[in-house]
């Protein structure tokens, strides 16, 4: 595995989100490459702490709108090394349930497939959050019209969640919706449960 392989998978990624067919023939569809696209997440861990300071500064941003003062506590190593335990976890959680679920709907024969796209398409749908993130940061919007924007990039990402998981499968659009619609729950459950139980962690944050 070398930079060249993992460029022409996020490459594959991409035209996937442009309902490009024939990017599934760029994927690397072996059982190796079911393997390789778990590393994708190490594509995944500078955006999601790149996340976790946009988020900081947001929160200081709407008490300051508000005429309140911000919070004194500062994103440090700490956070840092929770936040990617956090993502580390999750990035497993639907993978393991979808193959139970594959089993059950008897379309286990696609689930290597599926996880592929589903782990290199999770680095495009994070590229996408990149551009509000970083113009917040510089100043050059305000933090009202980066959270329209990151609004926008999610809708995207349901789409495009949808799209993966109709042509991985090869399924119709109901049930497509439906394995979308379960791993958007899922992820929604999973970051409560992750900030219901952050004060236990970083007792700053309490």
């Known amino acids: 595995m070398n930079l060249t392989y993992v460029q022409n998978s996020l490459h594959a990624a991409l035209r996937l989100a442009v309902r490009d067919p024939q990017a599934w023939g760029k994927f690397d569809l072996t059982a ?11 594509l995944v861990v500078p955006i999601n702490i790149l996340y976790d300071l946009f988020d ?29 335990a956090a993502l580390v976890i999750g990035w497993f959680v639907f993978p ?11 379309l286990s024969h696609r689930y290597a497939t599926m996880v592929i796209a589903h782990n290199w ?6 590229l996408l959050n990149v551009p509000a993130i970083v113009l917040f940061s510089l100043g050059l919007i305000s933090h009202q019209v980066a959270l329209d924007l990151l609004f926008v ?5 349901l789409y495009y969640r949808f799209y993966i998981a109709q042509t991985a499968l090869d399924i119709g659009w109901g049930l497509a919706v439906g ?5 958007l729950l899922m992820t929604i459950f999973f970051v409560l449960a992750v900030s219901d139980t952050r004060f236990l962690w970083l007792p700053s944050s309490a």
Do not use: C, H, W
Request: aromatic content about 14%.
């Open 121 to 126: 398409g999770s680095v495009v749908i994070q």
């Open 32 to 42: 190796d490459g079911f393997f390789r696209s778990f590393v994708a997440i190490l």
């Open 179 to 183: 394995i979308s619609m379960l791993e």
């Open 56 to 84: 900081f500064r947001l929160a200081q941003a709407r008490a300051l709108s508000d005429g309140k003062i911000p919070s004194s506590v500062e994103y440090g190593f700490v956070e840092v090394l929770f936040s990617t």
């Open 153 to 157: 990039t999610f809708g995207l990402a």
């Open 96 to 106: 393991l349930v979808l193959l139970f679920l594959l089993r059950f709907l008897d």
